[in-house]
């Protein structure tokens, strides 16, 4: 999302100016024209309705507002349907696009040619066709006739036009080429592998305009239901100051520290972070003022610039507010947002802790010092018992509000809403007088000759109000379990509020005499205004990002070209799951560099992931789904750093005045941490939290930080002092003893043995509910294809073998037949039935198959044990280290 820099920018030859980063941000995020007049006012009210609409929409209102029609008698519906919302979100995103977007880079920019307004009208007529036709379109579904085809033709065709303006080409021709292999391919030899038989002209568009299976797909349905609230919220936060007090309250806390300009830059990009989904926007923001700070303490222009890179894009993996392509991923894996954010959250945070400790080491590498504090140095005891009784605090807080809300919502069920509203408006209340004793936070200039570090207390206390609907937002998604749009919705109203009063509030509480209330509200509805219309020009490339990449789906669908795909990364990977994540990888990666992250992970995921899942199985590896989506994601924003086209790191480039690529080469060194992560969580689900528990959580947790620090020292080839060879190699194994304890532990002590497949029906029966039978089976996959794979089945509750066996819906047969095991004969065991939906049906189990080997779980060492070589490994080269050193 782009958002709003404060402060002046002091350039030199090489740096960027103030106007040129923001036209930077603005022609990626939200158009590179800026005309005048009645056009601009039209783009502006445009903005505005778009973002009063997707509030509607998402609200409870439309459902109260139903409720009274109904209660009059009248029968008018209010609620807007999905596929109704889909089409005038995406009528609007086309309006904007042209609007907003000018054609070329020689076209006007102060003024909208006319027939970009003939294409702005077309496109939102278009866009909207679902709302003019909806009962025809319902009526003839399947068989569209010739009005259809033609609004469907010109559609996709003004799609893509506005895709190339706001996106580039690369997305355009990706969706091209299926569109054309969606048409062509019908025409192959039958005997090539691409070959289909679904192409007319028809089928395609009532595949992609007419239907939910294209255009107006997923993709399109969650940037109107999740995505765009997300971002006018984070738009609004901005406006509200929120992005200055991140940055300075990290400066305030870090900037002492060796490095602390860097240190600071990754906590405030973090911050900012968890409102902002742009990668770009994020280091614009915070890098305008971090970069000229970590300058001045020494490192070079490219490492300044590759540490906001890193920070920044890594910003889209944080939670609570991820990327947009992380709303989609809840609905390709069926899955709340609040059970992603738990998943996603440890490797973000691990990863984020890594680049604190990589600015660390280059920090002691060159002997850097940090900024001078205003605060005296306080006994690190002190800090440790302020900070746990900071914690200790919080968390009576929480326990408290859960009973009390509890309680509320029990007692008073009618009343519950305003009780807590005005519970909220205290709460508020009480900040406000709180933030009132200190004064404002006032943007610094990071070129001033002197920078002097804010004091911790003052600017803390500066903007606790900010972290309120923060805290609503969360307590939404999180504690009430509402959905991500509605508790967006909640956080907004919240973010509303402040904007609206917290000038005249701050002021009366300041007893300011001379200022003027009514003024300073109206400044706040400025900023309000100003908010709706950043937030829906933000939305702009995302809806038209999500609404392409649909193209792209529905031609996979339509065509089932992902059988054809999964056969050749099959072949090019010859069935090795490693190889296979490593070309997926670098598929994310090469698509990346023309798409935006959201469209690179529709396209990749589309296609690649039921394909690791499927290959994971043959390789006895048993792939949690949401596992391979968080992999594709994670190389997705690796694109936004990775030469040459690294968008991120041009946008740190022209602030620090270095060179684009070395800045992106340094920055993908520095993101190397993020690129190992995915691997690791593919093979050891543990750092996913995944049927993780609270104590087993933090172990991970503590582990895997280690981890990630010695890996890194690695890297960085600096530990203590300089690394050796020998050292390095030293370290890189303790860090992957760490992550993957079990790839050791099974060697020394096997956690599971093979029986026959004939004795597990007796073999079952003495296993404790909740324990994994794994069984490698040989059959037909469902495209016909003879595999051999395995499957994983949680014992269920039983009173024998036999009934534990009819639980997971299974039913097996002894052929009579003979099979080999082991070297010896053994009898055939066939699944003769699997019950539909059942946990064998849904391990991917089908009747005809031969199970081939059982594994059955047995005492064995507890994998976490090698954690204590690991350590003591690690704790050997430190020891040498600081002895040389």
Same mark, same amino acid.
């Given at each position: 999302?782009?958002?709003?820099?404060?402060?002046?920018?002091?350039?030199?030859?090489?740096?960027?100016?103030?106007?040129?980063?923001?036209?930077?941000?603005?022609?990626?995020?939200?158009?590179?024209?800026?005309?005048?007049?009645?056009?601009?006012?039209?783009?502006?009210?445009?903005?505005?309705?778009?973002?009063?609409?997707?509030?509607?929409?998402?609200?409870?209102?439309?459902?109260?507002?139903?409720?009274?029609?109904?209660?009059?008698?009248?029968? $008018?519906?209010?609620?807007?349907?999905?596929?109704?919302?889909?089409?005038?979100?995406?009528?609007?995103?086309?309006?904007?696009?042209?609007?907003?977007?000018?054609?070329?880079?020689?076209?006007?920019?102060?003024?909208?040619?006319?027939?970009?307004?003939?294409?702005?009208?077309?496109?939102?007529?278009?866009?909207?066709?679902?709302?003019?036709?909806?009962?025809?379109?319902?009526?003839?579904?399947?068989?569209?006739?010739?009005?259809?085809?033609?609004?469907?033709?010109?559609?996709?065709?003004?799609?893509?036009?506005?895709?190339?303006?706001?996106?580039?080409?690369?997305?355009?021709?990706?969706?091209?080429?299926?569109?054309?292999?969606?048409?062509?391919?019908?025409?192959?030899?039958?005997?090539?592998?691409?070959?289909?038989?679904?192409?007319?002209?028809?089928?395609?568009?009532?595949?992609?305009?007419?239907?939910?299976?294209?255009?107006?797909?997923?993709?399109?349905?969650?940037?109107?239901?999740?995505?765009?609230?997300?971002?006018?919220?984070?738009?609004?936060?901005?406006?509200?100051?929120?992005?200055?007090?991140?940055?300075?309250?990290?400066?305030?806390?870090?900037?002492?520290?060796?490095?602390?300009?860097?240190?600071?830059?990754?906590?405030?990009?973090?911050?900012?972070?968890?409102?902002?989904?742009?990668?770009?926007?994020?280091?614009?923001?915070?890098?305008?003022?971090?970069?000229?700070?970590?300058?001045?303490?020494?490192?070079?222009?490219?490492?300044?610039?590759?540490?906001?890179?890193?920070?920044?894009?890594?910003?889209?993996?944080?939670?609570?507010?991820?990327?947009?392509?992380?709303?989609?991923?809840?609905?390709?894996?069926?899955?709340?947002?609040?059970?992603?954010?738990?998943?996603?959250?440890?490797?973000?945070?691990?990863?984020?802790?890594?680049?604190?400790?990589?600015?660390?080491?280059?920090?002691?590498?060159?002997?850097?010092?940090?900024?001078?504090?205003?605060?005296?140095?306080?006994?690190?005891?002190?800090?440790?018992?302020?900070?746990?009784?900071?914690?200790?605090?919080?968390?009576?807080?929480?326990?408290?509000?859960?009973?009390?809300?509890?309680?509320?919502?029990?007692?008073?069920?009618?009343?519950?809403?305003?009780?807590?509203?005005?519970?909220?408006?205290?709460?508020?209340?009480?900040?406000?007088?709180?933030?009132?004793?200190?004064?404002?936070?006032?943007?610094?200039?990071?070129?001033?000759?002197? $920078?002097?570090?804010?004091?911790?207390?003052?600017?803390?206390?500066?903007?606790?109000?900010?972290?309120?609907?923060?805290?609503?937002?969360?307590?939404?998604?999180?504690?009430?379990?509402?959905?991500?749009?509605?508790?967006?919705?909640?956080?907004?109203?919240?973010?509303?509020?402040?904007?609206?009063?917290?000038?005249?509030?701050?002021?009366?509480?300041?007893?300011?005499?001379?200022?003027?209330?009514?003024?300073?509200?109206?400044?706040?509805?400025?900023?309000?205004?100003?908010?709706?219309?950043?937030?829906?020009?933000?939305?702009?490339?995302?809806?038209?990002?999500?609404?392409?990449?649909?193209?792209?789906?529905?031609?996979?669908?339509?065509?089932?070209?992902?059988?054809?795909?999964?056969?050749?990364?099959?072949?090019?990977?010859?069935?090795?799951?490693?190889?296979?994540?490593?070309?997926?990888?670098?598929?994310?990666?090469?698509?990346?560099?023309?798409?935006?992250?959201?469209?690179?992970?529709?396209?990749?995921?589309?296609?690649?992931?039921?394909?690791?899942?499927?290959?994971?199985?043959?390789?006895?590896?048993?792939?949690?789904?949401?596992?391979?989506?968080?992999?594709?994601?994670?190389?997705?924003?690796?694109?936004?750093?990775?030469?040459?086209?690294?968008?991120?790191?041009?946008?740190?480039?022209?602030?620090?005045?270095?060179?684009?690529?070395?800045?992106?080469?340094?920055?993908?060194?520095?993101?190397?941490?993020?690129?190992?992560?995915?691997?690791?969580?593919?093979?050891?689900?543990?750092?996913?939290?995944?049927?993780?528990?609270?104590?087993?959580?933090?172990?991970?947790?503590?582990?895997?930080?280690?981890?990630?620090?010695?890996?890194?020292?690695?890297?960085?080839?600096?530990?203590?002092?300089?690394?050796?060879?020998?050292?390095?190699?030293?370290?890189?194994?303790?860090?992957?003893?760490?992550?993957?304890?079990?790839?050791?532990?099974?060697?020394?002590?096997?956690?599971?043995?093979?029986?026959?497949?004939?004795?597990?029906?007796?073999?079952?029966?003495?296993?404790?509910?909740?324990?994994?039978?794994?069984?490698?089976?040989?059959?037909?996959?469902?495209?016909?294809?003879?595999?051999?794979?395995?499957?994983?089945?949680?014992?269920?509750?039983?009173?024998?073998?036999?009934?534990?066996?009819?639980?997971?819906?299974?039913?097996?047969?002894?052929?009579?037949?003979?099979?080999?095991?082991?070297?010896?004969?053994?009898?055939?065991?066939?699944?003769?039935?699997?019950?539909?939906?059942?946990?064998?049906?849904?391990?991917?189990?089908?009747?005809?198959?031969?199970?081939?080997?059982?594994?059955?779980?047995?005492?064995?060492?507890?994998?976490?044990?090698?954690?204590?070589?690991?350590?003591?490994?690690?704790?050997?080269?430190?020891?040498?280290?600081?002895?040389?050193?």
């Amino acid at each position: 999302m782009s958002i709003e820099i404060t402060g002046n920018i002091k350039t030199t030859e090489k740096t960027a100016s103030y106007d040129d980063l923001q036209d930077m941000v603005a022609s990626n995020d939200s158009g590179g024209r800026n005309p005048y007049g009645l056009t601009k006012k039209v783009i502006v009210v445009t903005a505005i309705l778009w973002s009063i609409f997707q509030l509607y929409y998402t609200s409870p209102l439309p459902f109260w507002l139903q409720e009274i029609v109904r209660n009059m008698g009248m029968d $008018v519906n209010v609620v807007i349907d999905d596929t109704k919302a889909r089409s005038i979100h995406l009528a609007f995103a086309l309006f904007l696009a042209y609007l907003s977007f000018p054609a070329f880079a020689s076209s006007p920019k102060h003024r909208v040619p006319y027939q970009d307004w003939l294409f702005a009208t077309l496109g939102a007529f278009l866009g909207a066709y679902y709302i003019f036709f909806y009962e025809g379109l319902v009526t003839r579904f399947g068989a569209p006739n010739t009005q259809d085809i033609i609004a469907g033709c010109l559609g996709l065709l003004l799609l893509l036009e506005a895709c190339r303006r706001s996106l580039g080409l690369p997305l355009v021709i990706i969706a091209t080429v299926f569109l054309l292999y969606n048409y062509v391919g019908q025409f192959l030899p039958t005997d090539w592998i691409i070959s289909h038989r679904s192409g007319s002209l028809s089928q395609i568009i009532n595949q992609q305009w007419i239907t939910t299976e294209g255009v107006f797909g997923v993709a399109l349905g969650v940037s109107t239901k999740y995505v765009f609230l997300f971002v006018l919220f984070g738009a609004l936060l901005d406006k509200a100051g929120a992005g200055n007090y991140f940055i300075k309250t990290a400066f305030a806390y870090l900037g002492h520290f060796s490095g602390g300009p860097g240190k600071a830059a990754v906590v405030s990009s973090a911050l900012t972070g968890l409102v902002s989904g742009s990668s770009i926007a994020n280091v614009v923001t915070t890098g305008t003022f971090t970069i000229p700070m970590m300058k001045r303490v020494g490192l070079s222009a490219e490492k300044a610039g590759a540490v906001e890179v890193a920070s920044s894009v890594n910003g889209q993996i944080m939670p609570p507010v991820m990327g947009a392509a992380a709303f989609l991923m809840i609905e390709y894996v069926n899955m709340p947002y609040s059970q992603l954010i738990t998943h996603a959250f440890l490797p973000a945070l691990i990863s984020y802790i890594a680049l604190v400790y990589i600015v660390h080491l280059e920090a002691q590498k060159m002997g850097l010092k940090g900024l001078e504090r205003t605060d005296p140095p306080k006994p690190f005891l002190v800090s440790l018992m302020r900070a746990l009784a900071s914690f200790l605090v919080i968390s009576i807080i929480y326990f408290a509000m859960e009973f009390s809300l509890g309680w509320i919502k029990t007692a008073t069920p009618d009343f519950a809403f305003a009780i807590v509203s005005v519970l909220l408006a205290v709460i508020y209340l009480a900040l406000i007088r709180r933030v009132a004793r200190f004064p404002d936070l006032e943007p610094d200039d990071p070129n001033a000759k002197i $920078v002097k570090l804010p004091a911790q207390k003052p600017t803390v206390n500066a903007g606790l109000h900010y972290l309120l609907p923060v805290v609503v937002l969360m307590w939404c998604l999180m504690i009430e379990r509402m959905s991500p749009g509605l508790s967006a919705f909640w956080g907004t109203m919240a973010l509303t509020m402040i904007l609206l009063t917290q000038r005249p509030l701050l002021s009366f509480f300041r007893n300011e005499k001379d200022s003027h209330k009514t003024a300073l509200f109206k400044q706040g509805i400025n900023d309000l205004i100003d908010g709706l219309e950043t937030g829906a020009r933000n939305m702009i490339g995302i809806g038209i990002a999500t609404a392409t990449a649909g193209i792209i789906v529905g031609a996979v669908s339509l065509t089932g070209f992902g059988v054809q795909l999964s056969g050749i990364i099959e072949m090019l990977s010859m069935g090795n799951i490693l190889l296979m994540l490593i070309l997926v990888a670098i598929f994310s990666l090469i698509l990346g560099m023309g798409l935006p992250t959201t469209a690179n992970y529709i396209v990749v995921s589309s296609l690649m992931a039921l394909v690791i899942v499927e290959v994971g199985k043959q390789n006895g590896l048993i792939v949690p789904l949401i596992a391979v989506h968080l992999f594709v994601f994670y190389f997705g924003i690796m694109a936004d750093v990775t030469p040459p086209v690294g968008l991120a790191s041009f946008a740190a480039a022209a602030i620090s005045g270095g060179s684009p690529i070395k800045t992106g080469t340094v920055a993908f060194f520095y993101s190397l941490r993020t690129a190992i992560l995915p691997f690791l969580f593919i093979f050891n689900t543990d750092l996913l939290l995944i049927d993780v528990g609270w104590a087993k959580g933090i172990l991970v947790f503590v582990t895997a930080t280690i981890g990630i620090l010695i890996f890194t020292a690695a890297t960085m080839n600096f530990f203590f002092a300089k690394n050796k060879w020998w050292e390095t190699i030293a370290l890189i194994l303790a860090a992957f003893m760490l992550f993957r304890p079990a790839f050791f532990m099974e060697h020394l002590s096997p956690s599971v043995r093979d029986i026959e497949p004939v004795r597990i029906t007796q073999e079952i029966e003495s296993l404790k509910v909740g324990d994994n039978v794994r069984l490698k089976v040989s059959g037909l996959n469902p495209y016909g294809k003879q595999i051999e794979f395995y499957a994983q089945l949680p014992v269920p509750a039983g009173e024998n073998g036999e009934a534990r066996i009819q639980a997971l819906g299974l039913t097996l047969l002894d052929t009579g037949e003979q099979i080999e095991f082991n070297g010896s004969p053994s009898p055939k065991i066939l699944i003769d039935n699997v019950e539909i939906d059942s946990p064998a049906a849904k391990a991917g189990l089908n009747w005809d198959q031969t199970v081939l080997e059982v594994a059955v779980p047995q005492s064995s060492l507890p994998k976490e044990l090698m954690f204590i070589p690991a350590l003591l490994l690690a704790f050997g080269v430190a020891w040498n280290q600081r002895r040389r050193r």
